[in-house]
């Protein structure tokens, strides 16, 4: 599991997004917001605290390894 861990940079990014989530929906009203807004937010703040991103996981496992383009 220790090769799906993120770097800080993308924790950072995750974090200030997730935060954006956040707002949105607290602008919005939490009432009036649809369910499905919630899981994004959710998993990003999942990753910036354990390291490991659930998107990162699905999308190496759907597109494999990157490979050199030159």
Do not use: D, Q
């Not at 956040?22 to 009203?29: D, E, M, N, R, V």
């Not at 937010?41 to 496992?61: D, E, L, R």
């Amino acid at each position: 599991m220790e090769k799906y861990k993120i770097n800080t940079a993308m924790r950072f990014f995750l974090f200030f997004s997730g935060t954006m989530i956040w707002a949105g929906i607290w602008l919005t009203g939490f009432g009036a917001a649809h369910w499905l807004l919630y899981v994004p937010g959710v998993f990003f703040y999942f990753a910036v605290i354990t390291g490991i991103c659930p998107g990162m996981i699905i999308s190496n496992m759907i597109f494999g390894k990157k490979s050199s383009a030159i």
